[in-house]
């Protein structure tokens, strides 16, 4: 416990799934978190209280990562909440499921808008301003192993991953000098909201999808915590530009 005391992390995506598990696990660990919600003003003032309730500074703002200046404006509220991050999460993502001689220059805008441009600029903006404090920071970028793996339906939605694992190693490379640590989380199979219709409403078919997997179950978010927390932390001090596959073995098969 406390391996992260007197830390302040920016967990995008905040309100629930990985990024909810994330940002309680910061907390657990003495870190002070802020965390960004898209709409769901409930949920964020939950997720608010539980980590209030292990005694950090918390809070967390409304914000979409479409929005052309949401990395200026994410940065902006982090810095007033807490002053300057040792962390950032680039959680936040969108989905869609659309085959690809379907899909719109719209909907691929937003998914690339949100899961790409979003964490490129937060990114820039987290390590622009420890450059100028002489600090160093670590981000971690929570991609998916849909950045190399294909299915159907998914061309947008993975090219977007795939852009932000390699975004990892490029930043990784450029701001090691800094002394700012770059690294990925790269989930498979796992329940979160986005995908809530199929294990909630469908579980049969979740079974399906899951039952092939090396250790018998798709993800949690709070399988990915730990691995977070490992990264924000000292322990990984001599780690950047690394993918960490977190997926039930399933890669390996």
């Not at 929570?142 to 990892?168: C, P």
């Not at 409403?201 to 092939?212: F, N, T, V």
Request: charged share 20%; glycine share 10%.
């Amino acid at each position: 416990m406390d391996r992260l005391k007197g830390r302040r992390a920016v967990v995008t995506g905040g309100a629930n799934g990985i990024g909810r598990a994330i940002a309680v696990a910061f907390a657990r660990e003495g870190c002070e978190v802020f965390f960004t919600a898209l709409a769901d003003a409930e949920a964020a003032q939950a997720t608010l209280a539980e980590l209030r309730e292990h005694g950090v500074r918390a809070d967390f703002a409304l914000l979409d990562g479409a929005d052309p200046d949401g990395a200026g404006k994410l940065m902006a509220a982090a810095v007033a909440a807490l002053g300057t991050p040792d962390v950032l999460v680039n959680n936040a993502a969108t989905m869609t499921r659309t085959a690809f001689l379907d899909l719109t220059p719209e909907e691929y805008e937003r998914v690339m808008a949100v899961n790409l441009r979003f964490p490129f600029f937060a990114t820039q903006a987290f390590a622009a301003r420890l450059r100028a404090e002489g600090a160093p920071g670590s981000v971690i970028n929570i991609s998916s192993v849909s950045a190399f793996k294909a299915v159907s339906k998914m061309a947008h939605y993975q090219s977007s991953k795939a852009g932000l694992s390699m975004l990892t190693r490029s930043a990784a490379y450029e701001l090691a000098p800094y002394g700012i640590r770059v690294n990925t989380i790269s989930p498979g199979l796992t329940a979160t909201k986005a995908n809530s219709p199929q294990w909630r409403d469908d579980p049969a078919l979740w079974h399906e999808r899951g039952k092939d997997i090396p250790l018998g179950r798709p993800g949690r978010p709070e399988d990915y915590a730990g691995a977070a927390v490992f990264l924000a932390s000292d322990e990984s001090s001599w780690m950047t530009g690394a993918d960490l596959i977190l997926d039930g073995g399933d890669a390996a098969v």
